[in-house]
């Protein structure tokens, strides 16, 4: 009885929390960054919870500033442009650092400032302190951060050459327009990558329950097999394919089962961190926020590891 509502509970949370997800990332813009900067905070703030367990004592609400602030040198763009346009509208004029700028000085500011604030805590070791309070800023806030890299690599000014690449509607309409089938193209691609994790979840789960004899990091995590794990990978690489046909014209197919490798095999390895934490704790999840699916991190833990390759891969091959 217990286990059915426990699946019931998990439906019905995926039910209504699974198009609220799907139409912030369509939308993209402020509305999406929010939504990332907020799961990147209970998320971090639940990585804190489990470095609390083995005697750590993070800077939290340092780790949450910084983590805000990594995902706001993401939007950098954005928050440049409205400046500029507000400045040279009332008759002046800025310089504003750049986006790598931007997120140097963020880092080196807020490395600095967890060291001070160490100076004044004497609340056990330094060296775990300190150390997890980097760790969740990087792995977690980080990480996380750079999904909104990827939504804003739409915004930029690879988009026109992109669909002078792939033209839907013809080369004969203005810039402005294909800016906007272009962004859109940025939230299919976010909806995509999140339907290949899902996807990858699902395959994993009942490919090994069905056929997993062979434990895949017993240490780690006794349920997962290597048959769960290959039906995963396949599911991954299935339904980027499915994407790429479907709704994400820009890619080459060769470039979308490039992405449902990288899902499929470092997707399945981000779970396995996670899991590496929350053993360590003795955790079974990372919090109870989400009733039937735990925390915020247990949720969004594949999807926070794979980002930063994916963004790379995008931003350096896919829209160089």
């Known amino acids: 009885m217990k286990s059915f509502s426990n699946l019931l509970s998990r439906v019905l949370v995926a039910v209504v929390a699974i198009p609220v997800i799907i139409f912030l990332a ?5 509305l999406f960054y929010l939504f990332i900067t907020g799961v990147a905070i209970l998320a971090v703030y639940e990585f804190y ?11 939290k609400w340092m780790g949450i500033l910084g983590t805000i602030l990594l995902c706001t040198s993401f939007f950098h763009e954005r928050i440049q442009q409205a400046v500029v346009s507000y400045a040279v509208a009332h008759g002046g004029n800025i310089s ?3 986006k790598f700028q931007f997120l140097v000085t963020l880092l080196l500011l807020f490395l600095v400032s967890t060291l001070v604030v160490e100076l004044f805590r004497n609340k056990g070791s330094v060296f775990a302190n300190l150390g997890s309070t ?14 909104i890299g990827i939504r804003e690599l739409f915004n930029t000014e690879f988009t026109v050459w992109l669909y002078r690449l792939h033209p839907v509607g013809g080369l004969d309409i203005p810039d402005s327009a294909i800016r906007e089938i272009t962004y859109r193209w940025g939230g299919l691609t976010i909806i995509s990558i999140m339907a290949t994790i899902w996807m990858c979840d699902t395959a994993a789960y009942f490919g090994g329950l069905s056929m997993g004899k062979h434990k895949l990091f017993p240490r780690v995590s006794p349920k997962k097999t290597w ?3 290959v039906w995963g990978f396949a599911g991954a690489v299935a339904t980027m394919l499915a ?15 490039i992405i449902g490798i990288i899902v499929g095999v470092l997707g399945q390895i981000g779970d396995l961190v996670e899991s590496l934490f929350k053993r360590d704790a003795g955790m079974k999840d990372s919090s109870a926020l989400i009733p039937g699916h735990g925390g915020v991190f247990d949720r969004f833990d594949s999807l926070i590891f794979v980002a930063p ?9 896919v829209l160089s």
């Open 26 to 30: 369509y939308a993209g813009g402020l």
């Open 49 to 59: 919870g489990l470095a609390q367990q083995k005697g750590s004592n993070p800077q």
């Open 96 to 98: 504003l650092l750049t």
């Open 134 to 147: 980097w760790l969740g800023v990087v792995y977690v806030g980080f990480f996380s951060a750079t999904l």
């Open 227 to 229: 048959e769960g794990a």
């Open 243 to 257: 994407a790429q046909w479907l709704v994400l014209p820009y890619l080459e197919v060769h470039q979308a089962l």
């Open 309 to 317: 390759i994916l963004y790379l891969y995008i931003d350096f091959v």
